[in-house]
C-alpha cells in the first residue's frame, strides 16, 4: 500500500490483531502472501535529506492500538 506521502505501508493480520510497518522503500511480499517469523517483507526507507532510517512499527487488535514490546523479536 502506497499513502499520500509516498512511503510504503505493510499491514499483516495475526488473527484477531495487525501489525503495520511504515515508511519501507521496497515491499517484498504481495496481497494475500502466507509470512513467517524473521522473513524480509520490504526496506526500510532511508532519508536522502537526513541519511535516517526509522521504521514505524505498531500492533492493532479491535480497532486499538497496542503495546508492541512482546511483539518484537528479542536477540
Known amino acids: 500500500m502506497i499513502p499520500k506521502n509516498g512511503n510504503m505501508v505493510i499491514m499483516i493480520q495475526h488473527g484477531n490483531y ?4 511504515k515508511n519501507l522503500s521496497k515491499i517484498y511480499v504481495k496481497k494475500g502472501d502466507r509470512v513467517s517469523t524473521k ?8 532519508s536522502k535529506a537526513t541519511n ?11 480497532g486499538k ?4 514490546s512482546s511483539w518484537v523479536y528479542k536477540l
Open 39 to 46: 522473513q524480509d517483507i520490504g526496506e526500510v526507507l532511508t
Open 65 to 68: 492500538t497496542q503495546d508492541p
Open 52 to 62: 535516517e532510517t526509522i521504521l514505524s512499527f505498531a500492533v492493532w487488535k479491535d
Open 18 to 21: 495487525f501489525t503495520v510497518y
